[in-house]
């Protein structure tokens, strides 16, 4: 049982490239979401998902997409990187929807954009 | 706006002393909180949590209240380890919602 993996640990974009970050959860949680860290600041929600194909907006969703087809993988997408975007990004499941369970975390993705 | 945050962002404990990290709310309507530790490196990891349907809840070392009359929410940690040196969050979640969100953190530092 490997809980909630994220690939990459570290990435390096330059602006304007694109790239996938993936997150997968072998637990069977219906509940998904994104979080970006950065130094000082708490975890903010970038967006979430209550089951397969059902996606929503956090508090900073803008340039970040997320799809959800299948309910063990719900992978971020940076369609134009920009150095704001520079950040930990953390994935998380929990078994019931509602948020009122607690958060299972991967070990997070680096990202830095030059 | 909503928001969760901490009185103290750094914390410095003796070994075996208890240690007590605090953390007021501002949104009446969340009814769900919830404590992370995250160590270097790794994702926050749950500790413990606590319905507003009660004022205190205990674990393995660890205790958490909840004061709803001042919207206030602290994690003790009894005997505090060197093990427990690590960043640690609340959170909390709305009645209904399904957005789960988090304070800025406190750092605990524990001498030996």
């Known amino acids: 049982n490997a809980g909630v993996t994220q690939t990459p640990k570290f990435q390096v974009l330059k602006t304007g490239q694109s790239m996938t970050l993936q997150c997968a959860q072998d637990?069977?949680?219906?509940?998904m979401s994104w979080y970006r860290q950065d130094p000082g600041m708490g975890l903010r929600l970038i967006h979430y998902?209550?089951?397969?194909?059902?996606?929503d907006q956090g508090e900073v969703p803008n340039g970040y997409n997320v799809s959800r087809s299948t309910t063990e993988d719900f992978p971020l997408r940076l369609l134009s990187a920009a150095p704001s975007q520079t950040s930990v990004y953390f994935c998380?499941?929990?078994?019931?929807?509602?948020?009122?369970?607690?958060?299972?975390f991967g070990n997070g993705t680096r990202l830095t954009v030059t | 706006g909503e928001s969760v945050g901490l009185h103290l962002p750094t914390l410095s404990v003796q070994e075996g002393d208890n240690s007590i990290i605090n953390c007021a709310y501002s949104n009446s309507a969340s009814d769900y909180f919830i404590w992370y530790k995250q160590e270097s490196g790794k994702g926050p990891q749950f500790i413990i949590d606590i319905r507003s349907n009660m004022d205190k809840r205990q674990g393995q070392r660890v205790t958490v209240l909840l004061n709803k009359t001042v919207k206030h929410l602290s994690l003790q940690i009894a005997a505090t380890q060197p093990g427990d040196s690590a960043v640690y969050f609340c959170a909390e979640n709305e009645t209904g919602g399904f957005k789960t969100i988090f304070g800025a953190g406190t750092r605990l530092f524990v001498k030996a």
């Open positions: 637990m069977n949680h219906e509940y």
């Open positions: 998380a499941s929990s078994y019931q929807t509602g948020a009122s369970s607690p958060l299972h």
């Open positions: 998902s209550v089951g397969a194909g059902i996606t």
